[in-house]
């Protein structure tokens, strides 16, 4: 076994390798950028060396600067994680050509499959069915335009290289054919290097489901039971789950014993992803291969009792696999929630900021947290913004579920936007419940994953209210005499009753509160209702009861902020007090960056008259690109970015100015 390895990549998959390696008493490298130099896996590695600035194409995508900091740490192995250079055959190669083992399959496998086109040529010869459409060399416009008609719609636009949703697009008739085309080309151009594009037929209430491959270098191929990530959102898998639920032994066996083919046809070594879309009656045909460690790896081995990354350390060591076919268990069922800093109310736009405040759930044989990012981490817009993946496990599908639905209660973050709130809403809907599966699952029960708050709107103010009297009683208990009347908060007055206002903003609306003290209580008036509420504040759990309804919340509060947390869901305000600031004019007439990120495209000029819907610039945050459209009619004012620019969320983009009948400004 290794003594040393290295590990090419970062955050909660560096995270997961070293955490593997240690136990096996391997010690490990990490690699960083100058944006990651406090991150979690730097930390845990036993030593660590800095590759470059922030950017991937700086820092982790420079296959060289790897491989010498390898040779140069005493490292006989690197492990490539996922994303980044664990799909890169040219990368592979080198590393064996400079004496490093790559712990992964080898370099001519990862090119068979790192081409989607020729990887569905080979697939074809080895038996395994393929779902119709293009995947030639060919690749003009007008060839693929050609191919698109023949195909049929709707059809998916997918890029021949890489994954992960970047450079997809769904075309539902001839007419976006083109547009869709070149958006789809650029994003894969900027994400891979490769602009190539193959076609085929979309279909409808499809499953996404995948079976996990592993082979050894004697020839042994075997496949880990399979999972359903049909829950996906811009071809991005949100939820995972193991085994499928529904599907005949028949069909699992066929799948699986297919996808043992396709890695046989391409002389597989190591752990791999075969992709199918399962369309039901036991019909399902070959997506596309993985030739690496997926992200959702945890559900296979919350559900076999084995450890992935130890096999693939162990195979690329040259041992054999562990097991045979007929000896592989599948014991209850998993799920594994992708928790991302992401606004899932505007279209679930990447986000941006500093994790002020983190808790997770309790991690135990049920639930299982992979991160790489601590309390105090900054997301930024560098690299992808998954912030962890909580895994659960349990008996049966429905007490799983129960799981998830639990843990996600319990995972609380402050500082920067993210999904919990979505998952939560997800994974107690009643269409997933009974596994009603398929790949537009959000698109089609999106008025159940954006309920109503659980938590009444008055009732979020009047516990807020809490919070901040609570805050202020333990502040002044600190500085002082804890039996002093100036710390009781009582508002006591000699012949008199105080009503003291708090004013506490939430967006744009402020609302008054008159706060009466009402021992052991305080009687709290809002909008022409009134609350009676008693609470006591330990750490950041509020334990309170309101009109007799006893509730635990918790809360972050950061000067005048204050969140708080409620059955996966959170609230947030502020303290508002009076500004006589001079007011600027609003903005009306511009655009506004909806994230941070670059600008990689301006796709209009100063003086254009531009339609309601026209898109007029292009942003790329975590390589997926986002179209600004005209919210109206209009003519272009002054563009404020470039090609390659750097944008802040919030920066004004462009002004759009009105057109009188005249056409006239």
Known sequence: MFS????????????????????????????????????????MADEAFLLGPAPAAESYLRADRIIELARQSGAQAIHPGYGFLSENSEFADSCARHGLVFIGPPAAAIAAMGSKSAAKAIMQRAGVPLVPGYHGAEQSPERLRDEAERCGFPLLLKAVAGGGGKGMRVVNHIDEFDDALAAARREAQNAFGNPDMLLERYLHRARHVEIQVFCDQHGNGLYLAERDCSVQRRHQKVLEEAPAPGLSDATRQAMGEAAVRAARAIDYVGAGTVEFLYQGDDDFYFMEMNTRL???????????????????LRVADGAPLPLTQQQVRVRGHALEARIYAEDPDHDFLPATGRLHYLRTPAESTHVRVDTGVVEGDEIGIHYDPMIAKLIVWD???EQAINRLVQALEHYRIGGVKNNVRFLHALADAQPFRQAELDTGFIEQHRPLLFPPARLDHQRALVLSAGFWLETARADNIRAGDPWSPFGCQSGWRLNSEYARPLSLRVGETVHTLTIRSRPPGHEIGIDGSLYYLQARLQDDRLSAVVDGHTLDVHGWQQEHQLTLFYEGESFSCSRHEESFEVQHGDLEGSLLAPMNGVMVAVLVKKGEAVCAGQPLLVMEAMKMEHIIKAPRDGMVGDIYYREGEQVAEGSELVVLESITEEGSR
């Not at 997926?294 to 693939?312: C, F, I, N, R, S």
């Open 4 to 43: 040393k390895i290295l590990i090419a990549n970062r955050g909660e998959i560096a995270c997961r390798v070293i955490h593997t390696a240690h136990r096996l008493g391997i010690r490990c490298v990490a690699v960083y950028s100058e944006a990651d130099a406090h991150a979690r896996h730097v930390a």
């Open 294 to 312: 997926q992200v959702e790896h945890p559900v296979t081995e919350m559900v076999t009792g084995l450890d992935l990354v130890e096999w693939q």
């Open 395 to 397: 008996d049966s599908r």
